[in-house]
């Protein structure tokens, strides 16, 4: 397949600027950008997907340049039903620092932060050199801005647009770009640019958007949504991202595995297919996983993601370290757990158990397990031996009661 076909089998073009991308997409080698802005000193699994464009087009030959908005980041691209909340200029600050770090260990590829020319723009520049080109009417028909009339929009958001404008002209004059890619959602503001070049300075530049990746229940991966799935480790460990994935939902993984891995289209057919005969077996989830958590932490973090499950779920917990079981478990109730303490009197004291009857009721019936072993003895003595690294125990209460204790 051209890069063109691929893209369109993967579901990654939504819209295009004009019909002749496709041909420039397959023929010739574009300098290209997509950005971010920095609402936060990591990217999501949401960034994932759109910046992912990047590496293919690259591996056609293609020039990527990854973009972190330190300047629109101070104003914040508008919301469909209100304004977003600014941040303050240390914390954007910080976050183009995270950004930019994390974007060229991941991707690899230059990035660039547009406040380095927008700093010393004055506002009687900005108005004459690129107000004056982009008429009223044309803004409020963008859908973001169209959508906020009604409940009020202010002149920082409705600038913003304007503002990527700048970016996409920018770019064109001191790095070659041509196209700019980016999720649906900002297909206002890459026109804006197109048109921007074309009235200012008789320049033809193009867009192309990909569809938003949605999960199973329709809703965009992102911070403002609350299922941010972040790509720096310390945020989301790699066992995290890979419980997350090996558990998406049959009705998504094709398409995930499409937009989200570089396996082609016989390989993603064949594994649809044995998918498809033993679902139980979750082939499709595990592969995902594998590419996903391989691209960005690397092979290793991948290889002890697995190891942690298998242990975990195999009911083999006392193979981990401490510091595996605290990242496993840390949502987990913990406490504090005296040495010499009875295993009934532990039970009670931390609330795993509201009684002595209930507790001796859920001993008997072997639904009490410290480390993955059933204990059933109520005067069982807490000692370091029973802890993982003489500190540790894991308590469980049914299938679906966690705890932590540290022996002290």
């Given at each position: 397949m051209t890069l063109y076909e691929d893209l369109?089998?993967?579901?990654?073009?939504?819209?295009?600027?004009?019909?002749?991308?496709e041909k420039k997409l397959n023929e010739e080698k574009l300098t290209f950008y997509i950005g971010t802005d920095p609402t936060a000193d990591s990217m999501h699994i949401g960034h994932f997907s759109s910046f992912?464009?990047?590496?293919?087009?690259?591996?056609?030959?293609?020039?990527?340049?990854?973009?972190?908005?330190g300047a629109t980041?101070?104003?914040?691209?508008?919301?469909?039903s209100k304004e977003r909340q600014m941040i303050t200029r240390e914390e954007v600050n910080k976050n183009v620092e995270g950004l930019t770090l994390q974007a060229k260990k991941i991707f690899g590829f230059e990035v660039v932060n547009n406040y380095d020319w927008t700093k010393d723009?004055?506002?009687?520049?900005?108005?004459?050199?690129?107000?004056?080109?982009?008429?009223?009417?044309?803004?409020?028909?963008?859908?973001?801005?169209?959508?906020?009339?009604?409940s009020g929009i202010t002149f920082c958001e409705f600038a913003y647009t304007l503002l990527q404008g700048m970016d996409f002209l920018y770019l064109n004059k001191s790095k070659g770009v041509t196209l700019q890619v980016a999720g649906s959602d900002?297909?206002?503001?890459?026109?804006?640019?197109?048109?921007?070049?074309r009235k200012k300075d008789n320049i033809e530049l193009y867009g192309m958007t990909m569809p938003l990746v949605l999960d199973s229940n329709g809703v965009k991966f992102g911070k403002t949504e609350g299922n941010a799935?972040?790509?720096?480790?310390?945020?989301?460990?790699?066992?995290?991202?890979?419980?997350?994935?090996?558990?998406?939902?049959?009705?998504?993984?094709?398409?995930?595995?499409?937009?989200?891995?570089?396996?082609?289209?016989?390989?993603i057919e064949q594994i649809e297919t044995e998918h498809n005969k033993c679902p139980e077996l979750r082939i499709a989830q595990k592969t995902l996983a594998r590419e996903v958590i391989t691209f960005i932490h690397g092979k290793e973090?991948?290889?002890?993601?697995?190891?942690?499950?298998?242990?975990?779920?195999?009911?083999?917990?006392?193979?981990?370290?401490?510091?595996?079981?605290?990242m496993c478990f840390k949502d987990v109730p913990s406490f504090n757990i005296t040495s010499g303490t009875t295993l009934i009197d532990?039970?009670?004291?931390?609330?795993?158990?509201?009684?002595?009857r209930e507790a001796r009721e859920f001993l008997n019936a072997g639904s009490i397990s410290i480390n993955d072993e059933k204990v059933i003895d109520e005067n069982l003595i807490i000692t370091k031996d029973l802890a993982i690294g003489n500190e540790v125990l894991v308590i469980k209460r049914g299938k679906k009661k966690n705890y932590i204790g540290f022996l002290k």
């Open positions: 369109k089998w993967r579901g990654l073009i939504k819209d295009i600027s004009s019909p002749e991308l992912l464009i990047a590496t293919r087009l690259a591996r056609y030959g293609h020039k990527p340049i990854l973009l972190i908005g980041g101070l104003i914040g691209d508008p919301k469909p723009i004055n506002i009687l520049d900005f108005l004459r050199d690129y107000g004056k080109y982009i008429n009223v009417n044309y803004m409020l028909a963008k859908d973001i801005i169209s959508r906020r009339l009604v900002q297909w206002g503001n890459i026109t804006t640019g197109i048109e921007l070049a799935l972040w790509l720096d480790k310390e945020k989301t460990s790699s066992y995290e991202l890979y419980q997350y994935l090996i558990n998406t939902s049959d009705s998504c993984i094709i398409d995930y595995l499409k937009k989200l891995t570089f396996l082609k289209k016989e390989e973090e991948f290889e002890k993601a697995l190891r942690i499950s298998e242990a975990l779920f195999g009911g083999d917990v006392k193979k981990l370290s401490k510091d595996e079981i605290l532990m039970l009670i004291e931390n609330n795993i158990c509201q009684s002595k």
